[in-house]
């Protein structure tokens, strides 16, 4: 759930995460959409599936894999994943390279290419960091003590170089700019995009929602339709409910809504409350316009 999501967003996800499956089992064998429901508003929607089918595998196996290499093979589980879990779960010798362990390391052997084409770079160099004796000892403890080194003392915009241990031996703090590393490129403009949803909901506030293809962006999420449900009763009243704005990894996209009432829905129609339909962000929002429109009007 970190990846990509901060802590404080995380925090009752977690909570709640667990007391559903306080058991990998439990996961494994919970329906995907629950499990979907219980990630809705984290993002990153591949995460939650490849979570939940990675559970199924573990499950079955009996446990975790105790090597990189078994736990590589898991869904979802790459070289970061795999090296937390070997180092902190299992004592194995790796190094798991995470953001803060990337500056430490761009600042110690002062790496001034530009990432990210310097990340392959700084992993390698960072890998000299388990050499060290402690490191082979307890490399769980080892990586935490460099989590905790790079987010309190070598932070992104101040580097305390007075309270670091490894002061003597920083190239880039001998250089007196340990700040500038590593070295970024400026992110290229965010692209936009524009769309549109329709939220035809009923007088017991239910509303009819899609199921999105497994696979791509809020692949298997439950989502507004992007056009009038082909079910819309033919002499409903769309009516705009404004838009909405919402920000993605790579793009920013902003939607109209649209919201009509109905006496019903049909009976095989996918639906939910409109209210706590457990769905992405962006839908959520977009519900919340459409159901203010409709007090509005009432």
């Not at 790496?111 to 310097?118: G, H, K, T």
């Not at 009763?233 to 919201?259: C, I, M, Q, Y």
Request: a positive charge; aromatic letters at 6%; one cysteine or more.
């Amino acid at each position: 759930m970190l990846q990509q999501t901060v802590v404080a967003t995380v925090i009752p996800y977690y909570a709640k995460f667990l007391a559903a499956y306080p058991v990998i089992s439990r996961l494994g064998a919970a329906p995907l959409d629950e499990v979907l429901g219980l990630w809705a508003g984290l993002g990153y929607y591949a995460r939650a599936r490849n979570l939940h089918r990675c559970a199924g595998i573990v499950a079955e196996m009996g446990g975790f894999p105790r090597t990189i290499a078994g736990l590589r093979a898991l869904p979802g589980i790459g070289p970061y994943t795999a090296n937390a879990i070997g180092a902190i779960a299992f004592g194995l010798p790796v190094l798991p390279v995470d953001g803060n362990i990337e500056r430490v390391a761009a600042r110690i052997f002062a790496i001034s290419d530009p990432v990210p084409q310097a990340k392959p770079k700084i992993a390698e160099a960072a890998m000299r960091f388990i050499e060290d004796a402690a490191a082979q000892k307890a490399p769980g403890d080892f990586a935490q003590a460099l989590f905790d080194l790079g987010a309190t003392i070598c932070a992104p915009r101040r580097a305390n170089c007075k309270a670091c241990p490894w002061a003597a031996h920083c190239a880039g703090h001998s250089q007196g700019a340990p700040e500038t590393l590593p070295v970024r490129r400026q992110k290229p403009a965010r692209p936009h995009r524009v769309g549109a949803v329709y939220a035809l909901i009923d007088k017991e506030g239910e509303v009819i929602l899609l199921r999105n293809p497994p696979r791509g962006l809020l692949g298997g999420m439950l989502i507004l339709p992007p056009a009038p449900p082909p079910v819309s009763p033919p002499n409903v009243k769309w009516r705009s409910a404004g838009t909405v704005d919402h920000v993605f990894t790579h793009f920013s996209l902003t939607l109209e809504v649209f919201v009509a009432r109905t006496p019903s829905l049909p009976a095989d129609a996918l639906r939910a409350r409109a209210a706590t339909a457990a769905v992405p962000s962006v839908m959520r929002k977009a519900l919340d316009a459409a159901l203010r429109a409709l007090d509005h009007k009432a």
